[in-house]
């Protein structure tokens, strides 16, 4: 299969190497100065670019992967900053040259108009917003997003005498002893506010550079020109914010009865943080798997129950070891899929400890890389670059069309049902933390000068809007006096990576959670349809606009009011069937 995936060079010799600019210079500058004389050339050119950039893209790719899977390692940050600080910013240039060749050429008007539409709209936004003096503010924010991973990877506790990280210490807020959920939960959070005013700084820093790079483009703030650059061209800011008081409106009171029947079911006078994960009727939690071998393996037999082909993809991975599951101290936190555009095959990194939440991660990066390998064989490679408003579809609608073979994980009947309704009501909770998370960063950057103080105060603000009511964050005593200052709900959006690697990549997770529960209603419908649809949208790439890829999955691209009260309700009537049978 790797040598299906992978497309032979016709531009580059097999012997390029990229450990300098000057290595790949020569083919930046060829293309750079080539003369087109048909359209014949300038497809040739273009198919010439996205081999060069594929080719450079995987290269960073691994410098990445590398650095994540070992936070620690000096020298794997040093090679990837010296590329995001040496090499990108001379690639830069050349690409906005080539995007101005393109846009330029003559003979564009006889590029078929549906096979490059898209193409050449992001091709036209990313000319107006390059600007030279952004490029070494944009190697910049680079390094500093790093740090984030360099911070948090070296968080971790001491739980009788053992040095567990952090994603091991979540493991026991499923664990039915209320204490020794309470002493984990206290112990997490005063690991991270060690470091709250170092995260303080880095954010300010990020903010403060952002703000200068809109500026210089022209825009009066960073998320206007977000906005853009991520080529939102398919909703508004308008549409956003009708989402944001949908969400708040239909979704949160929902999560709120869930919440008042978690303590109800617990039999607590009130309800806690650390109460929310532990099985509400007193079970121990399921252990799906014991080892990331383990997982692994018992992803390639759901995916197979499935489409037997989405099976065969991870058996690839897995067998060249393009997984690397397991959580240990050094590796950075979270989890990804990260494509690689020259070999054609995916890289899943993330962070196992042998929870069923391990189980979703490792289904919703399986989901980015069945995306990938689907549309590995798009000949350009600004086909296969998709955007998170469809990547995220094909994730979050594999974690709900596995539900529905989650036995092969779990085989209690009674862990099934809980597990069922946990994950049903997750996936309505989480539209409730991505509004969170995306609404506070449209005030963030929309008052780039803002301090500490209001920063804080907007968090809390924007944080009641739409979670839940039914949890108390009062400070509970025994614990420090700095943790008696800040509560974990004060500090609780810097645990949330995108806000500091990726930033206004979020509310994209709540428009594909939309589109996911409507991929699960089609697949309860009809199974066999909706697989063939969901291939046949992710095997479009980049190709066609937002909403005529969701089209072809068979569903819309909607967040309207109306959308989320019928899913939403749809979601809910659900529940009460499992909870009934």
Not at 10 to 34: G, H, M, W
Not at 371 to 396: G, R
Request: glycine residues 4%; charged residues 20%; negative net charge.
């Amino acid at each position: 299969m790797t040598t299906q995936l992978s497309i032979p060079r016709a531009y580059l010799p097999q012997t390029v190497n990229c450990s300098s600019f000057n290595d790949i210079k020569p083919f930046y500058d060829e293309l750079q100065n080539r003369t087109l004389t048909s359209v014949a050339d300038l497809q040739k050119w273009m198919a010439d670019r996205s081999e060069l950039e594929c080719f450079v893209q995987e290269h960073t790719g691994w410098l990445y992967i590398r650095m994540t899977c070992d936070a620690t390692n000096e020298a794997l940050s040093e090679a990837f900053n010296y590329f995001v600080n040496e090499i990108d910013p001379l690639i830069a240039p050349y690409n906005n040259s080539f995007n101005i060749k393109l846009t330029q050429s003559p003979f564009l008007t006889e590029l078929l108009p549906e096979k490059y539409a898209i193409l050449l709209r992001s091709t036209a936004m990313a000319i107006q917003l390059f600007r030279e003096e952004n490029i070494p503010l944009h190697a910049q924010i680079q390094t500093l997003q790093n740090n984030y991973g360099n911070i948090t990877s070296q968080m971790s506790i001491e739980h009788e005498g053992k040095e567990i990280t952090l994603q091991q210490a979540a493991t026991y807020f499923k664990n039915t002893s209320r204490s020794l959920r309470e002493t984990i939960y206290n112990a997490v959070n005063i690991r991270r506010l060690q470091d709250k005013a170092t995260l303080d700084e880095l954010y300010t820093k990020l903010i403060s550079l952002r703000h200068n790079v809109a500026q210089n483009a022209g825009y009066a703030n960073y998320r206007d020109y977000k906005f853009d650059e991520l080529n939102r061209f398919d909703y508004n800011l308008k549409d956003v914010e009708e989402m944001h008081a949908s969400v708040a409106k239909y979704i949160k009171p929902l999560v709120e009865q869930f919440d008042l029947e978690r303590k109800a079911e617990l039999g607590y006078t009130s309800l806690q943080p650390w109460d929310m994960d532990v099985d509400a009727q007193g079970a121990n939690p399921p252990k799906p798997f014991i080892t990331g071998e383990d997982l692994v393996n018992k992803t390639i037999d759901c995916f197979n129950k499935i489409d037997p082909q989405f099976a065969e993809f991870i058996t690839m991975m897995r067998d060249l070891k393009y997984l690397d599951v397991e959580s240990r101290k050094g590796k950075a936190p979270g989890g990804y899929n990260y494509p690689l555009y020259e070999s054609n095959i995916p890289f899943i990194f993330m962070n196992a400890v042998g929870t069923m939440r391990d189980v979703e991660t490792m289904v919703h990066e399986g989901g980015h890389a069945i995306h990938s390998i689907l549309s590995a064989k798009l000949e350009l490679v600004d086909f296969k670059n998709i955007p998170s408003e469809v990547a995220e579809l094909a994730s979050m609608s594999m974690e709900l069309i596995a539900m529905e073979h989650i036995e092969t994980f779990v085989a209690d009947k009674n862990q099934l049902k809980r597990l069922k309704i946990e994950q049903l009501q997750s996936c309505l909770q989480t539209l409730t933390w991505v509004c969170t998370i995306d609404k506070f960063q449209h005030w963030v950057y929309t008052h780039p000068k803002h301090t500490l103080t209001e920063r804080t105060n907007q968090w809390i603000q924007v944080f009641e809007e739409f979670n839940t009511s039914k949890i108390e964050y009062a400070v509970q005593e025994g614990i420090t006096t700095v943790a008696q200052k800040l509560s974990y709900k004060q500090n609780a959006w810097q645990k949330q990576l995108h806000l500091y690697e990726v930033p206004f990549y979020y509310i994209e997770y709540g428009m594909a959670q939309l589109g996911a529960i409507a991929m699960w209603r089609q697949y309860k419908q009809n199974p066999a349809q909706c697989i063939a649809n969901y291939k046949a949208a992710l095997a479009l790439g980049y190709t066609k606009s937002i909403p005529e890829i969701y089209a072809t999955a068979g569903i819309e691209f909607n967040f309207s009011s109306a959308w989320i009260n019928e899913l939403s309700g749809f979601v809910n009537d659900e529940l009460a069937k499992i909870k009934a049978s």
